[in-house]
């Protein structure tokens, strides 16, 4: 009979990220939110190759990810405590984004993926979901219809209440 090692012997669930010659580990997220950028990244790569988006859930994953503090709700999820490491250190916007960015890769596609985006500098070489990508990724949304359903999908953009600073994993 085979026997496998335990998983924690060999397998590193973290991602380390250099900035300013500091490393910052990633730890690695809860189903949920790994769930949700696998989700985010396939919404947004079928939505860029003019796909349509036919997913019940769409509307729920667009209103995620619509506004500036939503995305860096969502880098909070995704990064944990780097967030706060990141903002303590006094990490510039840019950078803390381009960490997100490569987090949320690393999430829904793995280290080989993340890396190229790092490597991308922030330059959008790599097939990282950008703003202008998910919002079209929401505006297909509002359009494409719902399985089982004769009518379109509509969705509201009154704006929600939020926490100051939501913890991760949780759903708003």
Request: charged share 25%; net charge neutral; hydrophobic share 35%.
């Amino acid at each position: 009979m085979t026997e496998f090692r335990d998983l924690d012997e060999f397998f590193d669930d973290s991602l380390r990220l250099p900035v300013g010659g500091k490393v910052y580990v990633i730890p690695a997220p809860d189903a949920e939110v790994g769930l949700l950028c696998q989700r985010l990244m396939h919404a947004s790569l079928q939505a860029e190759q003019g796909e349509t988006v036919d997913d019940p859930k769409l509307n729920e994953l667009a209103e995620v990810v619509l506004n500036d503090d939503e995305e860096r709700d969502l880098y909070q999820r995704i990064l944990g405590p780097v967030w706060d490491e990141l903002h303590a250190d006094k990490v510039k916007w840019p950078r803390i984004q381009h960490v997100g960015a490569t987090a949320l890769v690393w999430v829904a596609a793995g280290k080989e993926a993340a890396a190229k985006i790092w490597a991308s500098g922030g330059t959008g070489e790599a097939p990282a979901p950008n703003r202008a990508t998910r919002r079209a990724t929401a505006a297909a949304a509002t359009s494409t219809r719902s399985r089982g359903s004769g009518t379109t999908t509509t969705r509201t953009t009154a704006s929600r209440s939020r926490k100051a600073a939501p913890s991760r994993g949780k759903t708003s």
